[in-house]
């Protein structure tokens, strides 16, 4: 699903080492050494996706502005949290802490000015990437010995989501539950998500996504339950008018962008149902053409429907495809949905109560 139209990356990026408490900026194509846990090993190795938009408020001033922010920033914790050892937990920065990093530290460098300002004259989307690096030249199998955060920034003109096929993919586990890790954003995740998406194309070669299910394949297939796409996690629009949201476990990677939807869904008098959804049922809603669209919902797209859905069994047959009916009041209703979470961000639409509008004067 990762296709991006018009993207300029910023003319620096950023480093913090949690050790040391030190800042630096640095050229774009800074490296990381060859010889590291995180490149050989994948330690202490996570990393965040965070939209932004930037624009000139009402005296001039070049603004930045963040949607519920705050849960992107305390998933990255997590993410760094599971890389450490228990007793190195105290270098876990605050979410205060990461605030004024990416913020005052990152954006407000002097060096990034003309970038944003370019941003904001366009109008364009933005996306901060911070990620996690182990710094030291090492191949010990130990937890990270100079651990640092690193970021860069782009913006974009499109992300090219809409339309897509996709294929349930029932013999790949995207993660273990009781590892706890497939609710981080972790690159062995995102390894099987790319492997996924490379066995659902030998059922449509143009195959943009792959729809896990559990990390329970001992049971029967209809049994299974449907958990998320290979990068973004998922909604079933039923033609009864209602909405299956699946709920947050240790195999879904806790969404910020699917919370808003769901949020602006409720507003709109659409009914949420926030349940597990098994792929039993799943395929016997297809069947009985109670399905009227699957979405994929994340950081880039925002939500993007599917325009086919294969659905297989466990020997590798097609038992059933899903075409969504775009007639359907919710394929309409979605759709306004997206354009709705985006406007925010403009300060073109009212917040729906619970979400959280944070802008910056740079």
Not at 114 to 132: I, K, S, V
Not at 146 to 160: F, S, T, V
Not at 316 to 330: K, N, Y
């Amino acid at each position: 699903m990762a296709k991006f139209e018009g993207v300029k990356w910023a003319p620096q990026q950023m480093r913090f080492s949690l050790g040391e408490k030190q800042f630096e900026i640095l050229e774009p194509d800074a490296r990381v050494f060859a010889v590291s846990r995180s490149i050989h090993y994948g330690l202490f190795l996570c990393f965040e996706g965070i939209r932004f938009f930037g624009k000139r408020n009402p005296r001039g001033e070049l603004e930045m502005v963040f949607l519920n922010w705050h849960l992107n920033l305390e998933r990255f914790r997590n993410g760094i949290s599971f890389n450490l050892s228990s007793d190195a937990q105290d270098l876990v920065p605050s979410v205060d802490e990461l605030e004024n990093l990416f913020i005052h530290l990152y954006l407000r460098d002097i060096s990034m000015r003309p970038f944003l300002e370019e941003m904001a004259d366009l109008g364009a989307q933005g996306y901060l990437r911070p990620f996690t690096v182990d710094e030291e030249q090492s191949i010990g199998v130990t937890f990270p010995g100079q651990p640092a955060i690193r970021a860069m920034a782009c913006r974009y003109d499109r992300y090219l989501g809409e339309p897509f096929c996709g294929v349930v993919v029932p013999h790949i586990v995207r993660a273990v539950g009781i590892n706890r890790t497939g609710c981080l954003k972790l690159g062995i995740n995102y390894l099987m998500s790319v492997k996924a998406v490379d066995e659902a194309k030998k059922f449509c070669p143009e195959a943009a996504a792959a729809l896990f299910l559990d990390d329970q394949p001992y049971l029967p297939l209809e049994d299974r339950s449907v958990t998320e796409w290979d990068s973004s996690c998922c909604l079933f629009g039923l033609r009864d008018g209602a909405v299956i949201k699946i709920p947050e476990n240790p195999l879904i990677l806790p969404s910020v962008t699917i919370r808003g939807i769901v949020t602006i869904l409720k507003e709109m008098g659409i009914r949420v149902e926030e349940r597990p959804l098994k792929y039993g049922e799943l395929i016997e809603r297809v069947k009985k053409n109670e399905l009227a669209v699957a979405c994929s919902v994340g950081t880039a797209g925002i939500l993007n429907r599917c325009a086919r859905l294969i659905l297989v069994d466990d020997r590798g047959g097609v038992v059933a495809t899903h075409s969504p009916d775009i007639r359907h009041p919710l394929f309409q209703k979605l759709g306004e949905a997206r354009e709705y979470y985006w406007d925010i961000y403009k300060e073109k639409a009212k917040i729906p109560a619970g979400l959280k509008l944070s802008k910056y004067v740079l």
